[in-house]
């Protein structure tokens, strides 16, 4: 009778260790993105006029365009960030790269806070602000990959979407953290205490999310569960040629099918809030709280995606929430244009039902796009292309748009135009695909036919035995 019991006793401890890898990823992609949204909040608002001040002087247009264009650079480093985290990962460990990214990430937010303007340095200022960007991006293209594949991969056949959805909410509520932190500052504050010093906290508070970051992320790199993934991570690090020469067809697909979505999340991230104060006249707090609104909107209906994508599966999941993108793209412009705050919350939030169900299945999705031995580089560098294709120069392009035509509505052309894509390609994925064997046994005995010296890992993250 001890050999049953001995059986499910690891069982009741993985529950408990998949409750702390959940909770690492989480916190992990919440700190990414909150990072990323001060940025475009603050790229929306002020850092036109502080640091571009000559263009800003003679055509505010065209300064906030390129404040935009900041706002972009950064994805360009993505794919080079999660090439090298893919390497580093494999030589010295997950725990080495979760830091370093945490803390590159964090460390930059926390120095833009601490720059100086244009008025004070000249050209040096936006020089040193777009450095601090691709900082940002190189050290964010080493997260979100890793953070997927240990929800996933450690998940129920039958829950993978739903646990994937995990890393996916922490975009939402990163926007809800920047969103709120940013609204609090501007109801009370005056505009020039805010242009002159308030906009530097939400930059400098970063220090305190890479300390509650980073506790979290040391305990949940205790548990065997964890260090079991971290060989998971090692196994399914790949070269990039490798990965292009077999799985190029499903870099590409992972790449487009993310364009759409990320493209529309960084309307609801920062241009509609540019959009409202700039162009429609509303007051700064309002268009907040119509952002933080669409933000509660996209926290659901991610959650919501992941659960109806183990239900109905992924790929219909995502072919719904592009459809519903695709036929609201444009006609959320004409409620947005009222310049009523309930109209123009409620244009946001009817985009978030569509972006969630093409978001909370992603996760999932990508892992079984791709086998086991060259996973975790699919999944990092087609997400790190689709950021490219979609959000990096989205908020530029529709300032662009808006610039030349003066009417919203073609920027809900450009975003349907995406939409259509995302979703043709997501249709090219063979649903046989989805729950398939991720392969993790089979990996396992690979990396250990080349790291006999890792067994012990193994061993004790399955038996459930405490690693000192």
Do not use: C
Request: aromatic fraction near 12%; proline fraction near 5%; hydrophobic fraction near 50%.
């Amino acid at each position: 009778m001890a050999e049953p019991q001995a059986a499910v006793a690891p069982r009741a401890r993985r529950t408990r260790e998949e409750r702390k890898v959940l909770a690492g990823t989480l916190v992990g992609t919440t700190i990414e993105w909150y990072d990323f949204f001060i940025y475009a909040q603050a790229a929306a608002f002020v850092l036109a006029p502080l640091f571009f001040a000559p263009v800003s002087a003679d055509n505010p247009g065209l300064a906030q365009v390129i404040s935009w264009a900041t706002l972009g650079i950064s994805f360009l480093f993505r794919p080079l960030g999660a090439i090298v985290a893919g390497h580093l990962g494999d030589r010295y460990g997950r725990k080495l790269v979760l830091v370093v990214t945490l803390i590159g990430m964090g460390g930059a937010t926390a120095l833009i806070g601490l720059l100086p303007t244009y008025a004070q340095i000249g050209l040096w200022a936006p020089l040193l602000l777009m450095l601090l960007r691709i900082a940002q991006g190189f050290s964010a293209g080493g997260e979100w990959g890793g953070a997927a594949l240990m929800s996933v991969e450690h998940a129920p056949k039958n829950k993978r979407s739903y646990f994937g959805s995990y890393p996916q909410i922490g975009v939402p509520i990163g926007m809800l953290l920047a969103t709120f932190f940013m609204w609090a500052l501007t109801s009370s504050m005056s505009e020039e205490a805010f242009l002159a010093w308030g906009w530097r906290i939400p930059f400098l508070s970063s220090v305190v999310l890479i300390l509650v970051g980073y506790l979290i992320r040391r305990a949940v790199d205790e548990s065997p569960v964890f260090k079991e993934m971290q060989l998971r991570k090692k196994e399914s690090a790949a070269p990039l040629g490798v990965l292009l020469k077999s799985h190029k067809k499903n870099v590409i697909l992972a790449a487009l099918i993310f364009a759409a979505n990320n493209a529309a999340g960084y309307l609801v991230i920062a241009f509609f809030a540019s959009y409202g104060t700039n162009h429609l006249g509303m007051s700064r707090d309002a268009t907040l709280i119509a952002s933080f609104i669409g933000g509660l909107g996209w926290l659901v209906f991610t959650m919501f995606g992941g659960w109806i994508g183990d239900k109905i599966g992924k790929i219909l999941t995502f072919q719904i929430g592009y459809g519903i993108i695709i036929l609201w793209a444009i006609p959320m412009w004409f409620l947005l244009d009222t310049a009523s705050l309930p109209l123009f919350a409620l244009a946001i939030v009817i985009l978030t039902v569509g972006l969630g169900p093409s978001y909370g299945p992603q996760s999932a999705l990508y892992a079984e796009m791709f086998p086991a031995h060259v996973r975790y580089s699919g999944v990092s560098i087609g997400y790190a292309f689709g950021s490219i294709i979609g959000g990096a120069f989205a908020p530029m392009i529709a300032q662009l748009l808006l610039n030349q035509t003066g009417a919203g509505w073609t920027i809900g052309v450009y975003i349907a135009a995406l939409a259509i894509v995302s979703f043709v390609a997501v249709s090219l994925v063979p649903k046989s695909v989805e729950g398939s064997d991720l392969h993790v046994e089979e990996a396992h005995q690979d990396h250990l036919a080349e790291h006999p010296e890792d067994e012990a890992i193994i061993r004790d993250a399955t038996t459930g035995t405490e690693l000192r």
